[in-house]
């Protein structure tokens, strides 16, 4: 949550209550993720831009080894 990353607002701190972390995960770490549970699910409604394939709540995801290299894109708005 605090590493600063110009694009990604995380207003609320990871509690998912905003959706201003949207990012598009690139394959193949898409894939590899978990799916996003309902509360994510229910947050990505509310991003400000159109959700496509790769989808997620950055906030939301756990990272581990295995997701090493994991790129993203950012919406051209969180707001
Ligand atoms: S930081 Fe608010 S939902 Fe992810």
Known sequence: MAANIAGIEADCGGLLTCATCHVYVR????????PPDGDER???EFT????RPGSRLSCQIQLTDALDGL???????QH
């Open 71 to 77: 790129t993203v894109d950012l919406p051209p708005n």
């Open 27 to 34: 394959e193949p770490h898409a894939a590899q993720l978990p």
């Open 42 to 44: 229910g947050m990505l």
């Open 48 to 51: 400000a831009a159109p959700c």
